[in-house]
């Protein structure tokens, strides 16, 4: 119950204590994924990692474990993490390809209703023609479907252009 950390404390220990707190031992993302790859390669490395698939783990999760504690151990900062994610999780399936072990990607591909596709169709549409008129006082309709039923016409207005601003002067 008392083993939690008192608040603050972090502010009284040393600086640079810690791994990630110094500047990383791999500045370039070439050689970063370079390292992730030899470290990879090795027998004992791939048995790990095809254990963890095996065990339900998904390629997602493990590349993030792996990119993770190479931050924490100050290897490579995580902006290069970010870069190299791709690539490493590319080739973690590929060693699960050449194992022939099923695996999870761990990438949901959730499938979207047509009702929320059509609406956000339409919500862009009726947002350009709002931006049209806003920019040249017209307005495009022609983007929209035709109505089924007919709808009646309304008599067109003329629109008066009046002076508008701080500096424009009213009329009498």
């Keep these: 119950m008392f083993s939690a950390p008192i608040p603050g404390q972090s502010l009284t220990s040393e600086p640079k204590n810690s791994p990630w707190e110094n500047p990383p031992q791999i500045s370039s993302p070439e050689d970063a994924l370079m390292w992730h790859i030899d470290r990879l390669t090795k027998k004992d490395k791939v048995k790990a990692a095809i254990t963890m698939l095996q065990l339900g783990i998904d390629v997602v ?42 695996y999870e990607e761990g990438i949901d591909e959730e499938e979207v209703p047509q009702e929320d596709i059509d609406y956000a169709i339409q919500s862009r549409k009726a947002s350009k023609i709002l931006d049209d008129m806003e920019d040249k006082g017209e307005v495009d309709l022609s983007t929209l479907e035709e109505p089924t039923e007919e709808t009646p016409e309304m008599p067109e207005e003329t629109i008066e252009d009046k002076p508008m601003g701080l500096m424009s002067r009213r009329n009498m």
């Design 61 to 102: 999760t493990l590349t993030e474990g792996i990119l993770r504690a190479a931050v924490a151990e100050g290897r490579h900062t995580i902006d290069i993490s970010l870069i190299i994610a791709p690539i490493v999780h590319e080739f973690i399936k590929n060693i699960a390809e050449e194992a022939n072990i099923d």
